[in-house]
């Protein structure tokens, strides 16, 4: 249980295209997701917090405008690389908490989805 | 702020020696710790956990105890195998006044088994 999908797994593009990038959870329902960054022999960057059916959080120095997050419904996030360039290539990730709601959000592991490697020409 | 400090690698060990990734925090309040295994090319899996001081996650024969007084939940594994070359990642989930109980993750350590 406690599936996370994430799609698509690896998308090359021209610079100045946006990009969609969807998360899934496909067995339980999560009101919270996560979208992190990972640069090559790095650790994950929390990106933004994404809550079902309100605005993203975003963590500072991400760029609100850049990365459109949308959290529509309570298994679902997507994230948005608007007017993608070279420097937005990076392998992005996406978590989703639960299930498990009677541990409390601090006690609650997160499901990772595969990730999405992006690479803009 | 939160963080988690663990060992640089990479680590190189040969079929059935013995393992441990250190991994030490910083966090006010009581966190919750884990550690996660990226394959390659993949995203993160959950290895073990653990939520209170002295609790021992395991798993595959790995296993962490969450040390209050050291403040650390370093892993270990008696006989590593090839299979086990992969990222570890010690991360934490403690209150960020930003993003909830976002995980903080440390650097990550490479290990390769070797035949």
């Known amino acids: 249980g406690a599936v996370v999908s994430q799609h698509p797994s690896w998308v090359i593009c021209k610079s100045g295209t946006s990009v969609k990038i969807e998360c899934r959870s496909l067995?339980?329902?999560?009101?919270?997701m996560f979208w992190y960054r990972q640069f090559p022999k790095q650790s994950l960057m929390l990106m933004a917090t994404?809550?079902?059916?309100?605005?993203?959080?975003?963590e500072q120095g991400v760029e609100k405008d850049k990365f459109l997050i949308n959290h529509a419904s309570l298994t679902l996030s997507t994230l948005t690389v608007t007017s993608a360039h070279p420097e937005d290539s990076s392998f992005y990730i996406c978590?989703?908490?639960?299930?498990?709601?009677?541990?409390?959000?601090?006690?609650?592991?997160?499901?990772f989805g595969d990730g999405t490697r992006l690479s803009i020409l | 702020g939160d963080s988690v400090t663990q060992m640089e690698g990479p680590v190189t060990l040969s079929e059935e020696a013995f393992l441990t990734i250190n991994c030490t925090y910083t966090?006010?309040?009581?966190?919750?710790l884990f550690w996660y295994v990226q394959y390659p090319g993949e995203g993160l899996q959950l290895l073990l956990k653990a939520t209170k001081a002295d609790d021992k996650g395991s798993n595959k024969g790995f296993e962490a105890t969450y040390r209050k007084e050291t403040t650390s939940f370093h892993l270990e594994k008696g006989s590593v195998q090839v299979s086990d070359s992969a990222v570890y990642f010690c991360a934490l989930s403690g209150r960020n006044s930003n993003s909830g109980y976002a995980l903080n993750f440390g650097k990550g350590t490479s290990l390769l088994v070797t035949p």
């Open positions: 966090a006010t309040g009581y966190p919750s």
């Open positions: 978590s989703a908490r639960g299930p498990g709601s009677n541990m409390g959000y601090r006690n609650q592991p997160q499901h």
């Open positions: 067995d339980f329902q999560a009101t919270t």
């Open positions: 994404s809550n079902e059916g309100s605005k993203a959080t975003y």
